[in-house]
């Protein structure tokens, strides 16, 4: 199933997904041929700065033109199932922004299209391939970290302090969880078999008549199958002060790294005994072809064909490395990582973290999707 020619890619959703189109026009394996976004003028605006052949206001007829090889969903959550299974069912290839879907329904349909149309689906989880993740993801590799005993992860923000849009309203704090979840589960390389979740304090009341979540907090222990290990990760969204946060920490026998407290500080690793040092994570530019290299690094003026700007490297310096592993798999032939059904395993067990807060604190199995 290589490719041999450059992907064509179409992108639905130009907030966001608007970051995207350069790293996808500089890399040698891809192009955007598509865009979609229901409101004309600003369709035609991106459209014109990028030289976007085809641009749509229907997704519908986006998926009918024969000349896109995958789709890159960047649109609200709430439409991020029914546009990746109609991506997929369209015979293209499929890359999502988190979450992958708000129940285990939406997840197995899509797991079942992809099964049927032959296609790769990757979830564009930025946690696992920003500048830390691949720092603590090497000293697992090289046997730094020793054996994994306990990992912890966290995702903390007040989306009360700014306007954002009416769907985010109450929203379950795990259904959006996998910033705090995959990371997790891709460095203990297993699936999350059950979880204990408890949900603690309150939103007010307009905020969980919505989705009926009254939770301002919830924490969840995951089983992780055919292992010893457990694995904590805590979310919060309203009514409960801090800095943002994306976090996550993994203790070893060998070697420890904790997140740092604050967005000031730096890492810390714990070397043994109370032997700690903060730790400065570099750029990851060395590990992605040169093209898009430059999309990783730390506030660089970024020079391209169609617009000179200041790149922040956003979410980590990841998303050049989303874009690299969805076209190289398409690109080479294999699966992306992560994959249809670790991408549905590190959705699923964030909403079964929340039906077991809301059963109390009840042990609630997680579906095993490579068996649908």
């Known amino acids: 199933m290589a490719s041999r020619h450059p992907v064509r890619v179409g992108i639905v959703g130009l907030g966001f997904g608007k970051e995207f189109i350069p790293i996808y026009q500089d890399y040698g394996k891809s192009e955007v041929v598509a865009i979609c976004k229901r409101d004309k003028a600003e369709l035609e605006a991106v459209g014109d700065e990028f030289s976007i052949k085809h641009r749509y206001t229907k997704y519908e007829d986006m998926l009918k033109n024969d000349e896109i090889d995958a789709i890159h969903v960047v649109t609200p959550i709430l439409d991020h199932a029914y546009m990746s299974e109609a991506a997929l069912q369209a015979g293209k290839h499929c890359a999502c922004t988190v979450p992958m879907g708000i129940s285990i329904d939406e997840l197995k349909k899509i797991v079942n299209a992809k099964k049927a149309s032959g296609k790769y689906y ?5 946690a696992v391939f920003t500048r830390e993740f691949l720092y603590a993801k090497n000293l ?4 730094k970290l020793g054996r994994i005993q306990f990992l912890r992860g966290s995702h903390q923000q007040d989306m009360g302090l700014k306007g954002w849009p009416d769907y985010w309203t109450g929203f379950p704090p795990m259904h959006y969880g996998t910033h705090a979840i995959g990371p997790l589960l891709c460095l203990a390389g297993a699936r999350a078999e059950s979880v204990v979740c408890h949900g603690s304090g309150s939103v007010n009341e307009e905020r969980r008549k919505k989705y009926g979540s009254p939770f301002a907090v919830e924490t969840a222990a995951f089983k992780l199958e055919d292992s010893n290990l457990i694995a904590e990760a805590t979310r919060s969204l ?3 002060v801090r800095q943002y946060r994306e976090s996550f920490d993994v203790y070893g026998d060998k070697l420890s790294w904790e997140w740092s407290q604050v967005e000031e500080e730096n890492p810390v690793v714990f070397e043994g005994g109370e032997t700690y040092r903060r730790v ?3 750029d990851t530019d060395y590990l992605l072809p040169k093209e898009i290299a430059k999309y990783t690094l730390r506030n660089q003026v970024i020079d391209t ?3 000179s700007f200041i790149q922040g490297a956003g979410h980590g310096g990841s998303h050049p490395h989303l874009v690299h592993e969805f ?3 398409i690109a080479d032939g294999q699966e992306p990582m992560p994959d249809a059904y670790q991408s549905a395993n590190w959705t699923a067990a964030g909403i079964c973290a929340h039906e077991s807060a ?3 604190g009840e042990r609630v199995l997680i579906p095993d999707f490579s068996k649908l």
């Open 122 to 126: 990757m979830m564009m989880e930025t």
């Open 327 to 329: 076209i190289s798999s």
């Open 305 to 307: 064909n169609h617009v």
């Open 280 to 282: 400065q994570v570099p």
């Open 140 to 143: 697992k590799d090289t046997g």
């Open 238 to 240: 309203y009514e409960t």
């Open 358 to 360: 809301m059963r109390g």
